[in-house]
């Protein structure tokens, strides 16, 4: 049937600005974007290939890093801010349609 859904899919952000990998080395840092960017290549091939939205989190990892209220205590999840920023970026997303 026909619903007339938007799917939307997220890339990764840039996961070595959070807190929670505040200790690795660069090199380390490093090693860690390339597998992260490796990720958002195969997620962006899959998100073209059947047609779904993506919601470039990539693209605003040092917007969503630059707010430490953004992130929880663990350092690595978002806080409920967070969460609420995130779906605005989503919405955002289902809106370009």
Known sequence: A???????????????????????????KAQMLVQIKRWNTGIATAAARYGVRLADLFSHGSELTAHPEYI????????PLGYVRLANIFWAAIEES
């Not at 026909?2 to 090199?27: C, G, I, K, Q």
């Not at 929880?72 to 806080?79: I, N, Q």
């Open 2 to 28: 026909n619903t007339h859904a938007s799917l939307v899919m997220a890339n990764l952000p840039d996961l070595t600005r959070l807190p929670a990998f505040s200790s690795l080395s660069f090199s380390q």
């Open 72 to 79: 929880s205590g663990d350092g690595f999840h978002p806080s």
